[in-house]
């Protein structure tokens, strides 16, 4: 699975959305990028994941640049319960679901 | 609420000793996964069960070993436990259809083990 790359810490104001980079330069033609969160010693959860177009759920957007190299998650109106560590993977999409959690970044939403 | 649980939410042990985690996924979904999270070593994939039988194996220490009944439930189990094996103990389950994604996958609450 290609190595993925993302900010150690981010701050956001609530209300405001909260952009969150990820870069995944030797990412394959087959292998997705997808998003997971985890709050403080919880299960981590799916927010999204993407191919190689654009996608919008209830809960983000995921902007995939065209050459695929990077990729940018977006909440766009941040709230005090979005505070979590947000992880990017790199993953094939397929039978043995194997997902390696790197160490993401701790987004804290401040009022 | 993921649908995922896992029993049970806390335990403690002492070093030497033999303990079962256990896993039960949503409902339809074929797919279980371990994962172990402790503070040096972050989110580490441990193994994958696909409708019973093992499909990838992670980090999994050889005194480690879990299996996946015919209900689906998944258990882990966690042998000769040292200092070193205090960690989250989470289990994840996908859907796991034949050509579909098996990567969105749905987390448990976690067991917390500590070994004294």
């Known amino acids: 699975d290609a190595k993925t790359t993302q900010p150690t810490s981010m701050d956001c104001a609530e209300g405001r959305a909260a952009n969150l980079p990820c870069n995944h330069s030797?990412?394959?033609?087959?292998?997705?990028v997808y998003w997971y969160r985890q709050i403080h010693s919880q299960g981590p959860q799916y927010i999204i994941h993407?191919?190689?177009n654009n996608e919008t759920n209830e809960m983000a957007s995921l902007i995939i640049t065209e050459d695929r190299k990077s990729s940018t998650l977006i909440l766009p109106h941040a709230t005090l319960r979005d505070t979590a560590v947000y992880y990017c993977?790199?993953?094939?999409?397929?039978?043995?679901?194997?997902?390696?959690f790197g160490k993401g970044t701790k987004l804290s939403v401040k009022p | 609420d993921s649908g995922v649980t896992q029993t049970p939410k806390h335990l403690i042990t002492a070093t030497g000793q033999r303990v079962t985690l256990r896993c039960s996924p949503r409902?339809?979904?074929?797919?279980v996964y371990w994962y172990q999270q402790s503070l040096d070593q972050g989110l580490q994939f441990l193994i994958q069960?696909?409708?019973?039988?093992?499909?990838a194996k992670g980090n999994i220490l050889e005194r480690f070993s879990a299996q996946q009944f015919p209900d689906l439930h998944s258990e882990l189990n966690l042998s000769s436990l040292e200092l070193g094996d205090s960690a989250l103990y989470f289990c994840?389950?996908?859907?796991?259809?034949?050509?579909?994604?098996?990567?969105?996958?749905?987390f448990g609450p976690g067991t917390r083990l500590t070994v004294t």
């Open positions: 994840a389950s996908s859907v796991g259809l034949l050509g579909g994604s098996m990567i969105e996958q749905y």
């Open positions: 030797t990412i394959s033609g087959n292998e997705y």
């Open positions: 993407g191919l190689k």
């Open positions: 993977i790199a993953a094939y999409g397929g039978s043995q679901g194997n997902l390696i």
């Open positions: 409902s339809g979904d074929l797919s």
């Open positions: 069960y696909y409708n019973g039988e093992e499909r």
